[in-house]
T-cell receptor
Framework: RKEVEQDPGPFNVPEGATVAFNCTYS??????FFWYRQDCRKEPKLLMS???SGNEDGRFTAQLNRASQYISLLIRDSKLSDSATYLC???????????FGAGTRLAVHP | DVKVTQSSRYLVKRTGEKVFLECVQD?????MFWYRQDPGLGLRLIYF???????EKGDIPEGYSVSREKKERFSLILESASTNQTSMYLC??????????????FGPGTRLTVT
């Protein structure tokens, strides 16, 4: 089993839709989690950190469920510009490494 | 703003050549990382460094070596390039924190083609 797993998608949604991605992790000792956004042929860029109490930034909400070992990203009122691949990452301790999921592709259409 | 730069955006090399990929960060980060990214496989860690002259193998170190002579600079070396090393190479940096992990910031990537 991979340490961090994501549904690769693609998720095809119309503008204005609400879409949610989950990401499961296997190491219960993981302390820190992040969501990154990656546009085609570009580098991953930090979207948001995921805190135990949840984290909201505008249309984006990230949550952590330690009991079930997953993190989620909710995007409300999707825009065409949200089309990208979303990577989740978990901190596995030991030299501050992050383990990345393979990404979930989102395509928002008019 | 964290800035991570990589020496080349695109690189074409021949099989057997020695290849140097350079990465520089300007935020005084202790940790630096080299990944490769291939379709369907996601980001795979090649090597990382948590201090000058210190290095640790990641998940796929075979065929690669690294050098960190200065805190801001982390180099990835392909000793003898092979076609299966054609990939997107991404450098990242982060602050060091004891038992947890800070977010990593990525450079723009180097798309390497080995022919």
């Amino acid at each position: 089993r991979k340490e961090v797993e994501q549904d690769p998608g693609p998720f095809n949604v119309p503008e204005g839709a609400t879409v949610a991605f989950n990401c499961t992790y296997s190491n219960s000792a993981s302390q820190s989690f992040f969501w990154y956004r990656q546009d085609c042929r570009k580098e991953p860029k930090l979207l948001m950190s995921v805190y135990s109490s949840g984290n909201e930034d505008g249309r984006f909400t990230a949550q952590l469920n330690r009991a079930s070992q997953y993190i989620s990203l909710l995007i409300r009122d999707s825009k065409l510009s949200d089309s990208a691949t979303y990577l989740c990452a978990g901190g596995m301790g030991g030299y501050n490494k992050l383990i990345f999921g393979a990404g979930t592709r989102l395509a928002v259409h008019p | 703003d964290v800035k991570v730069t990589q020496s080349s955006r695109y690189l074409v090399k021949r099989t057997g050549e020695k290849v140097f990929l350079e990465c520089v960060q300007d935020m005084d980060h202790e940790n630096m990382f080299w990944y490769r990214q291939d379709p369907g496989l996601g980001l795979r860690l090649i090597y990382f460094s948590y201090d000058v002259k210190m290095k640790e193998k990641g998940d796929i170190p075979e065929g690669y070596s690294v050098s960190r002579e200065k805190k801001e600079r982390f180099s990835l070396i392909l000793e003898s390039a092979s076609t299966n090393q054609t990939s997107m190479y991404l450098c990242a940096s982060s602050l060091w924190q004891g038992s947890s992990s800070y977010e990593q910031y990525f450079g723009p990537g180097t798309r390497l083609t080995v022919t």
